[in-house]
């Protein structure tokens, strides 16, 4: 690893510390959901937990690399600091990594109290192997949101990336299903569900982990998703290249 990606890496870390706001916001509202609304009522269930923990799992990556990356990059976009740091001779690559170690650590703050709740207070539990193959799933879900925050960084302005970040997270768990079983969910809900990617992660993780089948429609369209995003990633950057350093 180069000592640019590490230097950036460190500034970004800072600045992240220094205004916490990210990091409480994705540490504490999906424990908050697994304390209060999960552990109740099927904390005891083994298979209803694990599943139930899986999926929050998923929830608090969404909310941590799609609120990290949107508004880190929103935020370098419209900053004079940000537009001085994309000219220096390192390029774009070590900024990215920065930013990209950044959202792991982000990612841990929103996935470990939720693991530590579900091992020490609930009945969840899977074979190491299936736990190995789950946090391989992880990781593709993880690139999947990263996509979907950059390319909100790339495409929205800081406001606009603060407000989507604000009352964005909740639709797209809703669509995708993550918070009802197959017995709870409306009809309309079950229809769009496999076609949002919120789902096709959720579906990933849980296969991996419980063996359980899932259905196909929705792991094909995480695939779309992630070319998609990536396009649109790959666009929205060109695109500010162009409009600011031409």
């Given at each position: 690893m180069s000592s640019l990606t590490l230097t950036y890496t460190r500034r970004n870390l800072v600045e992240n510390?220094?205004?916490?706001?990210?990091?409480?916001?994705v540490a504490l509202v999906p424990v908050g959901v697994m304390v209060f609304f999960?552990?109740?009522?099927?904390g005891q269930d083994a298979a209803a937990i694990t599943s139930g923990t899986a999926t929050l799992v998923?929830?608090?990556?969404?909310?941590?690399?799609?609120?990290?990356?949107?508004?880190?990059?929103?935020?370098?976009?419209?900053?004079?600091?940000?537009?001085?740091?994309?000219?220096?001779?390192?390029?774009?690559?070590?900024q990215m990594f920065g930013h990209l170690l950044v959202g792991l650590v982000v990612v841990a703050a929103a996935i470990i109290p939720i693991l530590v709740v579900a091992g020490l207070f609930t009945a969840a539990a899977a074979p190491a192997p299936r736990v190995l193959l789950a946090a391989g799933a992880l990781l593709a879900v993880v690139v999947t949101f990263t996509l979907m925050g950059l390319a909100m960084g790339y495409l929205m302005s800081m406001r606009v990336a603060l407000i989507a970040n604000s009352i964005g997270f909740l639709p797209l768990a809703v669509a995708g299903g993550m918070f009802f079983d197959d017995s709870?969910?409306?009809?309309?809900?079950?229809?769009?569900?496999?076609?949002?990617?919120?789902?096709g992660a959720t579906d990933l993780v849980l296969?991996?982990?419980?063996?359980?089948?899932?259905?196909?429609?929705?792991?094909?369209?995480?695939?779309?998703?992630?070319?998609?995003?990536a396009a649109l990633t790959v666009w929205g950057h060109r695109r500010d290249q162009v409009r600011r350093f031409a």
């Open positions: 510390i220094r205004t916490p706001t990210m990091f409480l916001t999960v552990v109740p009522f099927i998923v929830f608090g990556a969404l909310m941590a690399c799609v609120g990290h990356f949107s508004i880190a990059i929103a935020a370098q976009r419209e900053s004079t600091w940000g537009n001085y740091v994309r000219t220096l001779p390192g390029g774009i690559v070590p709870t969910a409306p009809e309309f809900i079950e229809q769009i569900a496999p076609f949002v990617p919120t789902r296969v991996a982990l419980t063996g359980e089948p899932v259905g196909a429609t929705s792991l094909v369209m995480l695939a779309v998703w992630v070319v998609v995003l």
